[in-house]
């Protein structure tokens, strides 16, 4: 008998989860006509045990460039989030997402001025529901240093 509840509730978390992340993407940011990629975010998947690092460029100041990743997290447990910029100082940089599983909807929002990590934790799924989906957006914000900006973003579960 619970396993019938189960199965009727989890295409109906699935649809609202697809609805909500669907909605931030399209609606995250304008986008200039020279840019090519800032509307398609890259998407990766996590499993338990696994550590993600992504080298980004941003190649013009927000909200013209910025980076966004999707994560398909398959298990259940915490996901750490770090953003790291190292090379200049005073630049403000910026995280940003939204973590959506059956442990439930976790905003996530974090700024600081360079030199710093900012780093995040996200519960994903259950026992019973071990998956989960992880929008972030970050970018790097400067009025003393033009573009591009280089900064490292690692995703460990």
């Not at 996590?46 to 460029?57: D, M, S």
């Not at 398959?74 to 403000?92: C, W």
């Not at 959506?100 to 976790?106: D, E, H, K, Q, R």
């Not at 030199?115 to 914000?141: F, H, M, N, Q």
């Amino acid at each position: 008998m619970k396993i019938q509840i189960v199965i009727k509730k989890t295409p109906a978390f699935l649809m609202s989860s697809c609805v909500i992340l669907a909605l931030l993407v399209f609606s995250s940011s304008p986008t200039s006509a020279f840019e090519t990629n800032g509307l398609m975010p890259q998407i990766e998947i996590l499993t338990p045990g696994t550590t993600r690092t992504i080298e980004i460029t941003q190649n013009y100041n927000f909200p013209q460039d910025s980076a966004q990743v999707f994560l398909l997290v398959i298990g259940y447990g915490g996901v750490s989030i770090t953003l790291r910029k190292t090379d200049t100082e005073g630049d403000t940089l910026i995280l940003g997402g939204l973590g959506i599983s059956s442990a439930g909807i976790v905003p996530i929002f974090k700024f600081g001025i360079t030199k710093v990590t900012l780093a995040e934790a996200v519960e994903i799924g259950s026992e019973r529901l071990p998956y989960g989906l992880l929008w972030v957006k970050c970018w790097v914000d400067s009025s003393v240093n033009d573009p591009p900006y280089y900064y490292t973003l690692a995703f460990s579960f």
